[in-house]
């Protein structure tokens, strides 16, 4: 196979395992990255609890365990328009993967130059890579990773559908029925962006007959995939620290050191999951089956199981003896939902979904034992609040909170 893909954001926690996917599977890999995720660990004072080679490292490692090669372009993709649109028209890519977008809530929240930056990098980043597809005149898939975010977490008691929404509409005395995108419900500046993305899709399809697929993807749990490890020098990113940790794989990683649980609110909250592994089977599976020409923007829910917060911190206490403790919720979001997602789409393709077992909990909370001396405990805690009048719970309780 001599198929090219570019993997935008290849160097971050879901980039890095895609990239070695489909390089295994016999793509020919181009990573492009700005190395942002990197700089910005430096600025939070805080790194992956997993050491996390540079990014020539992996790639020469790869190379050396697999024979197979992958390319790496440093280039920001919110400003460098003209690189990127003459990479386009170099390689020529069978699809483009878009991950590089700042994507973590609480640090978009934290100040106006969070907020700031979060906007011009996500809403750039997206708008240059639709562009450049489109200027180039080359057949490109574009494959987004969006958010189940973007629906808000609630709904009118049915399966959150997969971007379309059937509606009927009153229509002079009558009623029509029409379809329409899923009512944006952003809960964060960081999901707003997103929300926005979907919007452009939207324009750039219709205009232009761009073909795109938009995965709304749930919280991804987990670490490593067959292919991160191969060898510790391939080692996945694991985020644990308050601003870019995500709930299960801090709990995994919190049970693992003795520290409490830090459960928001009453954890009544129920999200969507997936195991990383899914993460990378699913961007297989949708590269491999495109939208055809002329089809509306493909939207698929990428999320394999729901949970609330509340049980999965008892299932990690019964697993672990890990205390739970109840924090002030420094977001702003409904303390309890009931949340049901359709994701037919990706089983109808084949998905054959991981979902939560003990084995695979496990692991995560080995690997996060392995490299616990690498934790500094005091950015477990979230400091990032959705509002300025909110007060920041550093204690916690053993009862739920308000
Ligand atoms: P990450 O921060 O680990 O990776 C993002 C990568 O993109 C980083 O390597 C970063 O350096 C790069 N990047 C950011 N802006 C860039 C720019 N302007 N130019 C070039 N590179 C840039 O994040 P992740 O967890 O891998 O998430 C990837 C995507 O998946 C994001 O868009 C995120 O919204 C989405 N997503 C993630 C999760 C999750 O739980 N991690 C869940 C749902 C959706
Ligand atoms: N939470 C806790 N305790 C913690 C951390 C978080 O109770 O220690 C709660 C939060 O208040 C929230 C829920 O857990 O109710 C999820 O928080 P999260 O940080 O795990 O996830 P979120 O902010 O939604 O963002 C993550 C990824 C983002 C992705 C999103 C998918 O960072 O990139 O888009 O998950 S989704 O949630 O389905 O929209």
């Excluded at 971050?12 to 990255?33: E, Q």
């Excluded at 483009?96 to 640090?107: D, G, L």
């Excluded at 559908?161 to 329409?180: A, W």
């Amino acid at each position: 196979m001599d198929e090219n893909i570019i993997v935008l954001g290849g160097d971050g926690f879901c980039g890095w395992p895609t990239s070695l996917g489909l390089s295994k599977a016999g793509y020919d890999i181009t990573i492009v990255d700005n190395l942002s995720r990197r700089k910005i660990d430096i600025d939070l004072e805080c790194e992956s609890l997993t050491p996390i080679t540079p990014i020539s490292t992996r790639i020469k490692a790869w190379k050396s365990l697999t024979g197979k090669e992958i390319q790496f372009i440093h280039l920001d993709v919110s400003s460098q328009y003209h690189k990127l649109y003459t990479l386009i028209r170099e390689l020529k890519p069978m699809s483009i993967v878009h991950f590089a977008e700042q994507r973590a809530a609480p640090y978009s929240m934290k100040s106006p130059f969070h907020k700031r930056y979060t906007v011009d990098n996500n809403i750039n980043a997206t708008h240059n890579t639709l562009c450049a597809i489109t200027e180039s005149e080359e057949d490109v898939h574009l494959v987004h990773l969006g958010t189940m975010g973007v629906y808000g977490y609630g709904t009118a008691g049915m399966p959150i559908p997969e971007g379309y929404l059937k509606v009927k509409v009153e229509c002079k005395q009558d009623f029509k029925d029409i379809e329409i995108l899923y009512p944006a419900n952003p809960g964060s500046i960081y999901h707003m962006t997103k929300t926005q993305d979907a919007l452009m899709f939207y324009y750039y399809n219709k205009n232009d007959g761009t073909r795109i697929t938009d995965l709304h993807q749930g919280i991804v749990w987990g670490t490593n995939t067959p292919e991160t490890m191969l060898d510790e020098a391939l080692i996945n990113r694991f985020d644990y620290d308050g601003d870019y940790g995500t709930v299960l794989n801090r709990f995994l990683m919190q049970a693992a050191i003795g520290h409490p649980l830090t459960v928001h609110g009453t954890g009544g909250q129920t999200r969507a999951f997936i195991h990383i592994r899914d993460t990378v089977n699913c961007i297989k599976l949708a590269i491999e089956n495109p939208p055809a020409r002329g089809e509306r923007v493909r939207i698929l829910n990428q999320a394999t199981e729901t949970h609330t917060l509340r049980n999965l911190a008892v299932m990690i206490s019964e697993m672990t003896g890990a205390q739970i403790r109840y924090y002030a919720n420094p977001r702003k979001e409904d303390s309890e939902n009931t949340l049901s997602v359709c994701n037919e789409n990706f089983l109808n393709m084949g998905l054959n979904p991981i979902t939560l077992n003990e084995g695979l909990l496990t692991e995560v909370i080995d690997i996060a034992g392995k490299y616990k001396n690498r934790c500094d405990t005091s950015k477990i805690l979230c400091t990032s609040k959705w509002r300025r009048d909110i007060v920041l719970d550093t204690e916690g309780s053993l009862e739920p909170a308000g």
